[in-house]
């Protein structure tokens, strides 16, 4: 079963990240013609700074869990490297479980923000509508998935003790 949550949590990181690629790609082109467009045509396209704001949570939340997983996650290893190696992975226990507990509460505190925003529609002040809750989904997803990884990175550091 635990096995089955882990293959999910995989291609759940693959889709985000996958996504936050696109988001990028798509919010990078739009800057671009936003900027030709006023700059040669004197006709920029509306709320591009606003749209801009409501990609950014997909860019940065979305692909954490992948950073996770994959190592690149900024650690400092200048007290750590002067243990030995079974000190180190105690040491990566605890980091981890506490690393858990935080992304458990900003999880919970993203979630709350977004639906207070949901539930009152909140519009961003822009020439065109835009709700805010439209970016601020994408915390509580990309740091419940980093979440998520951050348990089975317990749990293996735990199993492999």
Known sequence: MLQKVHQVEKAMETIL?????AVTISLTLM??????GRYFFNSPLPATWEIGEICMPYIVFFPFAYALTRGNHVQVGLVKNMFSPKVQHIFGIITDGISLVVCIVITYWAWIRFWESYQLQEEMLAAVEILWWWGKIAMPIGIGLFTISFLFQFL????KM
């Open 31 to 36: 800057i671009v013609v936003d900027v030709t």
């Open 156 to 159: 293996y550091k735990i199993k």
């Open 17 to 21: 990240t996958v996504i936050s690629s």
